[in-house]
Structure formats: C-alpha cells, structure tokens
C-alpha cells in the first residue's frame, strides 16, 4: 500500500505525519510540523533517516532551516520531505473550522441519497443563503439520527499548500484521493480505541497551539462538536477557561453530565488530567493512547510527544479503514480538484467528442488491418509474377537461340545449295570424261584441276594424238587443245597434252 502524507492545517500550525500500513497495522514513519508565519518549524529528533518504498527520507537539512526567515511553506516542507519519492505518496488534508463549515439537519434520513443531499444543499441555502455543489459536500448521522452536514466553499489553503509543493517540485500536481473533516475522524478515532457504554456522554479535548476543539460523543456516535477555541498552548494561561467553554458547550449540545474526558494534542500532561478531574469528579478521564500504531521508530521520551499529531494519524486511521471498508467515511474532496488529477482533461465538448474520436480511431485502425492485408496479397502476386518473369526470360533466351538457328539455316542452305550446284556440275565433266575414256584405252588423265572463275584445266597423255581431237569436241564450255607435246613413255610414243575449257558449259544444262 502506497505511504500517506497526512496534513493537518490548523491556523499558522501545520502538522505532518507520514505513515504506512504493514500487516494490518499502521506504521507512524515520521512526524513534524512548522508554523506557517514566522516559518519555525519543528522535526521530531528520531532516525537521520528511514527507507521509505525504497527512498531514503532524511530530515537532516530540515533542521538547518529551524528559525531562519524568507522561506516558503513548499520549501519548507520539501526540506523535511527530503528523500521520499513523494510522486509514489498519497496526500490526505485534514481540515477544520474555517476552511471547512458544519450545519445540522434536523430531518432524520428517510430517502436515498441524492434526495437527501438536494434536501440539505436546499436547507444549506436558505438558513445560509450559501450555494454549494454536491461533490463538496458530506454528512453522517448523529447520535440522535440528525444529520451533521461538513461542506467546503472555495479555495482551501492546505490543498493549495500541497500544489504549491507539487510545483515546487517541478511536478503538476499530487494525488490527494480525499480530504477529511479533522473533528470526524478524531471522533472516529477515539470511539474505535475507546470501549464506551451506550449511554455513555464522553468529551475529547483537543488542545493545539492556539486553538482548541470540544469533540462530544454519546456512546460511540458523535453527538456535537463545540466552537473553536480560541486558546492553546502558546496563549494559555490557566485551565479554567477549558471548564467555562466545556459548561457552555454541554449546554447547547444538551448534555447534562459527562462519563469520559479524553484529552490530546498538544498538552495532555498530567496537571491537565488532575484539573479535569477536580472540574468533573464523576468522569473518567484518560489520555488518548495510540497502541494500535506501530511506533517502533520513537523512543520512550519522544513517544511522550506523539499525542500532538493525534488528528494527522486519525486521519490515517480513518482512510485505511475506509478503504478496508470497515466504516463509511466522508471526503470532502472539492471537484476543481478531481479535474485537475484528472490523466486526460476535457470540457464537456471534449467528453462529446471521444466517441468520435474512438469511432476515427477504429476506422483507421480497421484500415491499416485492410492496407496490410492487401500488402500481403500483393507481395504474394509479386512473387508469382517474380518467378513468371524469370519464366518467361527462359523462354526469350531459348527463342532467340532458335531465332539464330533458323536465320543462320538460311545461310547453311545456300551453301547447300551452292555445294549441291557444284557436285553437280563436277559430276556431270566427270562422267563426260568416263565416258569418253571408258572405250579407249589409249587414253588417260594425270591431272584436272580448276583454276581462275570457271576455267578448267585437264593434262593427260594418248597414243594416238587424233583422239585427242575428238575429246576436245566432246567437251563442252569452248574447250581448247592448248599443246601437244611428244614424249616417250615406257618403249613407247605417247602425247602429252593439256586442255582448257569453261564449266559455264555444263552448269547451262542445270
């Protein structure tokens, strides 16, 4: 559970307590106060220093600043905050007369809530002629089924105190989850630690600085709270003046005697307890003790002090219970106050617009769902049609090797055909020349060969040179019997001859 810092603002005396609730019980960690106009303030001697959720609070330096002038209230207190982490702490404002206002409502409480509050709010205004909104206002039966009403008006200067020490911080604000009347929860406190009778009239007196409360109780219910005392300790001079007001305040909260006196604060020493009891024989008079709270942290002598912050750690005891659920309390927490701890502020055109602006959001949000979605289809498609290029790159690779071949098989066709044509030709001279040899053995070739263009050239030899006429007429394509000439050749007469003619002849014939 978060550590509370309770405040209680009282005149130009405030008083600090911060406590924790561990196991069930809470822990009083440290106490101090300090008087608001001349800035002196006071810082209980115990430990230099206490591990707080895991900070240090050191009140060390505070001491330094005891009597010194031009020091603000924020400074002030953030000097013997010094080491908490007081964004991770919970404020709780304890408030009295006059920052806070009492008015009892007679009518007993017979209809709901709401009806109630607009009954007292109404009743409010016309004893009061005071309008006052219903988030600052609070009550709680009385013992005699009245209701006593608490509200606020305006500005309260202990909640500015603590924004004041936010800013100082450097922070906008800190968490104050509630506000509380000081009177109610003493009287809360003292009943819950007090073992009443019924009909027991029990008094708590609580003696500050400068001022002084009258707390009357019937049984364990608060039956009137008295007028603020304009008396203390600073300003006392005898307890007579107690016993006078006492009279006075028994007399108009209709109480003929007294059961129980029960004195705290600033004074509750033993001279204090022997007037009382010589004032009222008949009552049981006792200090307020406050052996539920853990005060390991005093020793004996300051633990005779603690009494002083006796409405701080009632406060405390009545938000811890409060949250446990263990009584209904009051708060009294204004509504600028709610608005401003607020994470988001807004007018009510800005609560107007949310809707629309949920409404944008899931469309867009709806939409990028969309985009994505067909992102990933495309990248799909893009990856299909990734392969398919490459595919097709394949393909126009292959069709171009196919292009080559058949346009270079049109050049191979004509050398084809060129060769073709040739054979032809060559075949067709040489059977020409078989056939003329074929019959006439006196006839032979050593040599054809083709010289430039079309010209051919046959060499030969015959035995008889009239032979060699006739070839040269068999031949086509001009043929010419260039030379002759006379050789011998193995014992016998031979020609040797040589005959040119042109293949054009032949290729005529194709």
Request: with cysteine; net charge negative; hydrophobic share 40%.
């Amino acid at each position: 559970m978060k550590t509370l810092i309770c405040i209680y603002c009282e005149g130009t005396d405030t008083k600090i307590a911060v406590v924790s609730k561990e196991k069930e019980k809470i822990k009083l960690l440290r106490t101090a106060s300090f008087d608001v106009l001349t800035h002196k303030h006071e810082v209980d001697p115990a430990f230099a220093s206490i591990q707080i959720e895991g900070d240090t609070l050191n009140f060390n330096d505070a001491e330094k600043n005891e009597g010194s002038l031009g020091i603000s209230n924020p400074a002030l207190i953030n000097s013997e905050l010094k080491g908490i982490n007081l964004s991770k702490c919970l404020f709780i404002p304890g408030l009295t007369e006059p920052a806070i206002y009492y008015h009892i409502f007679e009518v007993s409480k017979k209809a709901g809530i709401a009806k109630v509050t607009q009954e007292i709010i109404s009743d409010i205004q016309e004893t009061k002629n005071v309008n006052i909104d219903k988030e600052n206002l609070g009550y709680i039966e009385l013992a005699d089924r009245s209701l006593l009403s608490v509200f606020l008006t305006g500005d309260v200067n202990c909640i500015s105190l603590i924004n004041s020490l936010a800013r100082h911080n450097g922070k906008r604000y800190y968490k104050i989850p509630s506000v509380k009347s000081a009177e109610i929860s003493l009287a809360y406190y003292v009943a819950k630690r007090k073992k009443f009778f019924p009909d027991d009239h029990s008094l708590v007196v609580y003696i500050g600085k400068e001022y002084s409360k009258l707390i009357f109780l019937h049984g364990r219910k608060l039956k009137h709270i008295g007028g603020t005392l304009d008396i203390g300790t600073l300003n006392l001079h005898t307890y007579d003046v107690y016993f006078s007001k006492i009279l006075l305040e028994m007399e108009n909260g209709g109480i003929s005697s007294l059961d129980n006196i029960i004195v705290c604060g600033e004074d509750d020493s033993e001279n204090l307890i022997l007037s009382f009891y010589g004032t009222f024989p008949e009552a049981n008079v006792s200090r307020l003790e406050f052996d539920d709270i853990d005060l390991s942290e005093y020793s004996a002598d300051q633990r005779e002090k603690i009494s002083s912050f006796s409405v701080p750690m009632a406060i405390a005891n009545d938000y811890f219970d409060e949250l446990s659920e263990e009584h209904k309390g009051i708060n009294l927490l204004p509504k600028y106050v709610k608005e401003d701890q607020k994470f988001f502020q807004f007018a009510w055109h800005g609560y107007a617009m949310l809707p629309l602006l949920f409404a944008a959001a899931f469309f867009i949000t709806m939409q990028i769902l969309i985009n994505n979605q067909d992102e990933k289809a495309l990248d799909v498609d893009l990856g299909k049609n990734t392969i398919l290029q490459q595919q097709n790159l394949e393909i126009l690779n292959k069709i171009a090797d196919v292009e080559g071949k058949i346009n270079s098989f049109d050049q191979t066709q004509t050398i084809l055909d060129s060769a073709n044509t040739g054979t032809g030709v060559w075949t067709r001279i040489v059977k020409e020349i078989s056939d003329f040899a074929q019959g006439r053995q006196t006839l032979w070739f050593t040599k054809l060969t083709k010289e430039e263009e079309n010209k051919i050239i046959i060499e030969g030899y015959a035995l008889n040179k009239y032979v060699l006429t006739d070839f040269a007429y068999t031949l086509k394509g001009s043929a010419i019997l260039k030379n002759i000439l006379f050789e011998s050749l193995r014992e016998k007469n031979a020609y040797k001859f040589t005959i040119t003619f042109n293949k054009n002849g032949y290729e005529q014939g194709l």
